[in-house]
């Protein structure tokens, strides 16, 4: 069993950095993309940021040139730097591990990310 708990969240000013952290514990980390997806009040589950197991990136227009994902396979972490918030950047944050031989997900329950001044 794959247990996926995310910590990080909190109150920021607009402008203001956050670092989000992931733990997933049970897995062969190296085998699992890892990622970060966010949900807004009245709108739908969206991907935030990825890292394939092999260490490749993708990023949403809305992370570009602000969030950065980041791996620690020794700690089985995934962590998510976040620049320059915004209020629209305000969510639950989620983390995902998939992993890659069975593309089967498991979902962390999220933290609350919350910008306004």
């Known amino acids: 069993q794959v247990q996926v708990v995310e910590s990080g969240g909190g109150s920021v000013q607009p402008g203001g950095s956050l670092t989000l952290s992931c733990v997933a514990r049970?897995?062969?980390?190296?085998?699992?993309?890892m990622g970060w997806y966010r949900q807004a009040p009245g709108s739908q589950r969206e991907l935030v940021a990825m890292?394939?197991?092999?260490?490749?990136?993708e990023y949403a227009d809305v992370a570009k040139g602000r969030f950065t994902i980041s791996r620690d396979g020794a700690k089985n972490t995934v962590t998510l730097q976040m620049n320059d918030l915004r209020p629209e950047d305000t969510a639950v944050y989620f983390c995902?591990?998939?992993?890659?031989?069975?593309?089967?997900?498991?979902w962390g329950r999220g933290t609350l990310v919350s910008v306004s001044s």
């Open positions: 995902k591990a998939q992993r890659v031989a069975t593309g089967t997900e498991y």
């Open positions: 049970g897995p062969v980390f190296n085998r699992y993309h």
């Open positions: 890292q394939q197991s092999t260490g490749g990136t």
